[in-house]
């Protein structure tokens, strides 16, 4: 699952958010901390910390104490040692952050939430098609060899363990989750963009509002997806323009498809527009983004990058007829699990039952 980082383009969505070990990649956003920090001494990863929007009032009410005090300072002396005092306090505080940053200890991302005064250390979209991608990656298989839908295996269980998990610690916030109901979405998009959030899972389809609405305000990153016991893999997405059969005019429909679907007008279209290509030759020979910031650049760079990574399985999943079904009663019973109105093995049965009568409906 991706990391902190938002990434979701039209043509590839990807687990930024989801941590194991935090190798990388709910595909997502990394926040301010994670694309400052990164330095090889302590003292001038911390100086870079203190660059972040999170921790911009340590920074001010440093400088609003240590103003006053060093008009007071009758030695030189005096003022250094005020000066190492606060160093010390502020060390204390980012160390830790810092270590991480630098891959010295592990990520932490309630540690870096608690050091940050962030409310949510992991926020994951709430929705079944980003659920399912962390799914895959904890091994979860969800078709059986009829390619029929079978959600519930050792994987899937995995992935909702985590969840359920996270939302108990304390690492994910049931403010998110458990405030919506049934299959609806529930995004952190304003938590993320207000520097609430360590660590994003999301889709590429953020970059261009965040490049737009966060600015200059803080560092953000996209990592790579991170991984779970049965791989590192986000989920296919996006929009896509399709000709009609029925159409009168077929040759000049034809002519317009052809038009825009060159490699010259869908560049300049991915190029405008900040998206993901879904097209592999220009996947191979990369998008010049010249509106974007040198940080939305980065990011669209790491999610085209984890489109050679994606499973085979998670686009059967995309392409698979009946797939708003299983997103829908996925995301709506693991809801339930996390609110506490179900138990995971009650979840789980009725997961099954909702996809199997409402597959049946539909093939009436």
Request: glycine share 10%.
């Amino acid at each position: 699952m991706p990391g902190f980082g938002l990434w979701f383009s039209r043509s590839s969505e990807y687990l930024s958010t989801q941590v194991r070990t935090l190798r990388g990649a709910f595909a997502g956003i990394g926040l301010a901390l994670e694309h400052s920090l990164t330095t090889n001494s302590e003292e001038s990863s911390m100086n870079k910390v203190l660059r972040s929007p999170m921790t911009l009032a340590a920074a001010v009410l440093a400088c609003a104490t240590a103003l006053p005090a060093a008009a007071q300072f009758a030695k030189p002396e005096d003022a250094i040692k005020y000066r190492k005092a606060v160093f010390t306090v502020m060390a204390s505080h980012f160390g830790r952050v810092a270590g991480m940053a630098n891959g010295r200890i592990p990520f932490d991302a309630k540690a870096v939430a608690d050091k940050v005064q962030a409310p949510f250390p992991i926020a994951i979209d709430r929705s079944g098609h980003r659920f399912l991608g962390m799914a895959i990656s904890e091994g979860a298989k969800l078709f059986d060899a009829k390619g029929d839908p079978a959600i519930i295996d050792e994987g899937f269980k995995r992935a909702v363990e985590k969840v359920v998990g996270w939302h108990a610690s304390g690492v994910m916030s049931k403010e998110l989750w458990a405030s919506v109901s049934g299959a609806t979405y529930r995004g952190a998009n304003d938590e993320f963009k207000n520097a609430q959030v360590v660590l994003y899972m999301s889709g590429s389809w953020q970059i261009a509002q965040f490049d737009k609405t966060i600015g200059n305000a803080f560092d953000w990153v996209v990592v790579p997806t991170p991984c779970g016991a049965g791989g590192c893999t986000g989920m296919p997405g996006g929009a896509g323009l399709v000709a009609i059969k029925s159409t009168k005019n077929p040759q000049a429909v034809a002519k317009v498809m052809e038009y825009l679907a060159s490699e010259e007008v869908l560049s300049e279209f991915y190029s405008r527009t900040l998206f993901v290509p879904g097209h592999v030759g220009l996947s191979a020979k990369g998008i010049d983004y010249p509106t974007a910031s040198p940080l939305a650049k980065a990011a669209l760079t790491t999610f085209s990058k984890e489109v050679g990574s994606i499973s085979p399985l998670a686009y059967q999943l995309q392409g698979y007829v009946f797939n708003r079904i299983m997103f829908s009663a996925v995301i709506s019973r693991v809801g339930q699990v996390v609110a506490g109105e179900a138990k995971p093995d009650e979840a789980y049965k009725r997961i099954e039952a909702d996809i199997a009568q409402q597959i049946a409906e539909r093939k009436k």
